[in-house]
């Protein structure tokens, strides 16, 4: 462990940035709350923020906290529909900060970890979740090529790789042992779905991955931007809306203290499941139909990030910040509701 929360050596990057963005006066730094994979800085100078994102300090694993994928997708994705911060600069000099790092505007808003605790009239709610299946079924509209992103990830056989490279990075994080995943994953290689067209995929989109407004108490929040595109790529969209509908429907141990915390779908105003897929399939033009095989798996991915972030956090890689420490207790439950999912006797969500 290290003892200590994650910092920023201020001295280095205020040399590093003079010349490269305008600076008011001396920077000062504190790290955001939130996120359990890459760590996220609020800079400020007195005058001008910014937030910074750099990887997570201590091992990491291959093919994961790839500064350039994450800096690149938002730029690309500056003049579209979906809302992302402007990016201003991506350093990929190891010597200046220890790791790759990269610096966007600030955009306003905060992100909501807990939609029960909010107090917002069902109104408010059901037009913040409608904004927010909007902006997945635009991203999946968006042709690749036109923002320049053709090339942004392999597509071919994109749900048979996905399952090996989670498998691989749950294996190379195991702290100990899992009951069942060896069960889960002889049943995962026997339901790989087939992928529709390829699209841009976010991969982890989620409440707490957006900036939320919220103005006018009788206008629903707007979204300012989406966050936290480190497993963005070329892929299957469905998968992409499984995990939404995963996030939505669950409260996930360690991601709130509050007891009495509801899973989003739950909450006044929150749309049903039946009905965020409809409204993803019309604004989309994606046709959904049977979605067992991509919940089960989005189960499955979250277990592996869940563990992924466990394996950081027991070498290190967090500090001491105890909204990290519960999260090596998602793992098994997270198998053992993939597998009931695919157990289901009945289709559909």
Not at 40 to 62: E, I, M, Q, Y
Not at 90 to 116: H, K, W
Not at 176 to 204: M, Y
Request: hydrophobic share 40%; proline share 7%.
């Amino acid at each position: 462990m290290t003892g200590a929360e994650p910092t920023l050596d201020l001295v280095t990057l205020q040399r590093y940035l003079d010349g490269r963005v305008e600076l008011a006066g001396r920077l000062t730094a504190h790290l955001l709350a939130g996120g359990k994979s890459n760590l996220s800085f609020a800079v400020d100078d007195g005058t001008h923020s910014w937030v910074l994102r750099r990887p997570p300090l201590g091992p990491t694993l291959a093919t994961a906290h790839d500064m350039v994928r994450e800096y690149r997708v938002q730029a690309a994705l500056a003049d579209s529909v979906v809302p992302v911060p402007e990016m201003l600069l991506l350093c990929n000099d190891t010597e200046v900060l220890g790791a790759p790092f990269y610096l966007m505007q600030r955009r306003p808003g905060r992100a909501i970890r807990d939609l029960s605790a909010t107090a917002w009239r069902p109104n408010q709610v059901a037009g913040l979740a409608d904004r927010m299946i909007d902006i997945l079924a635009d991203l999946h509209a968006i042709d690749p090529t036109s923002v320049g992103l053709a090339d942004f990830g392999r597509p071919e056989n994109y749900n048979a790789r996905q399952l090996q490279r989670w498998s691989r990075q749950l294996a190379a994080s195991r702290t100990g042992d899992i009951p069942l995943l060896d069960d889960l994953l002889t049943r995962l290689a026997g339901s790989i779905p087939g992928s529709p067209k390829p699209t841009i995929v976010h991969g982890d989109y989620r409440l707490d991955n957006v900036l939320v407004e919220a103005g006018d108490p009788a206008a629903a929040p707007t979204v300012s931007a989406v966050l936290d595109w480190e497993m963005s790529t070329l892929g299957d969209p469905l998968g992409d809306l499984a995990l939404t509908l995963l996030y939505m429907t669950h409260v996930l141990p360690g991601e709130t203290v509050d007891p009495d915390a509801q899973p989003a779908i739950a909450v006044p105003g929150h749309p049903s499941v039946d009905q965020v897929i409809e409204r993803y399939a019309a604004r989309s033009g994606n046709a959904v139909g049977e979605l067992r095989g991509y919940r089960a798996f989005a189960a499955f991915k979250l277990a592996a990030i869940s563990q992924g972030v466990h394996h950081r956090y027991v070498h290190g890689g967090y500090g001491d910040q105890p909204n990290f420490a519960d999260i090596g207790h998602l793992v098994a439950p997270l198998v053992a509701e993939s597998l009931a999912v695919l157990d289901e006797k009945t289709e559909g969500v």
